[in-house]
């Protein structure tokens, strides 16, 4: 069993030209790159090997991250269930001045933990610490039954 706190990650980018579109703003598939490679830190540190994005659902970009801008990426583990796992992804534009932070995009991720020829092996079990780990693991299970019958 491992804990919420174990896996988290946060990590930053700055907004340069190259990652932007013709308005200024980040191009959406370079966001997407770096919500599924923090995403698959957090999926990877829960069950210590490689894991593979099965499926991302649910990614909105809420506000624009313009050239200049930090942006600050965090995700941590929903729910594990047999091999597989939902983990939460959030992207926030940070004023360095104030320390003010806008939410910009949040997304769910379903990662599988694989062997080495790609077949899937049983995670470790998340340990909730607190209420909110509890209610976050429960809409999980919702979301699970609902995209698995969608497949
Ligand atoms: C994801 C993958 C490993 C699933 O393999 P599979 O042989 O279909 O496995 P199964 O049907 O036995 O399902 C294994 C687990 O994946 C979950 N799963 C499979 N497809 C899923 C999907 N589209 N969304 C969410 N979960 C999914 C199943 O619910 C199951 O989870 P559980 O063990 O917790 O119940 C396989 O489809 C794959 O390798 N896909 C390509 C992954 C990839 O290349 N990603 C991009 C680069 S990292």
């Known amino acids: 069993m491992k804990t919420v706190d174990h896996s988290r990650v946060e990590k930053t980018e700055i907004v340069l030209p ?49 050239v200049g801008d930090v942006a600050v990426l965090r ?31 949040d997304a769910l991720l379903t990662f599988v933990n694989v062997d080495d020829q790609g077949k899937p092996l049983r995670i470790p079990g998340l340990v909730a610490g607190c209420d909110e780990d509890r209610a976050r693991a429960k809409a999980a299970q919702g979301r ?5 019958a969608q497949r």
């Open 75 to 105: 995700s941590w583990m929903n729910a594990a269930f047999g091999s597989s796992m939902e983990v939460e992804c959030i992207v926030e534009r940070e004023d360095t001045a104030t320390g003010e932070r806008v939410l910009c995009v």
């Open 144 to 148: 699970r039954e609902r995209r698995l």
């Open 18 to 66: 190259q990652h932007a579109n013709a308005l200024g703003t980040a191009f959406g598939g370079t966001v997407m790159s770096w919500v599924d490679v923090c995403a698959a830190v957090t999926a990877q540190r829960h069950c210590g090997r490689i894991a593979v994005t099965a499926s991302i659902d649910a990614l909105h970009f809420r506000a624009p991250l313009r």
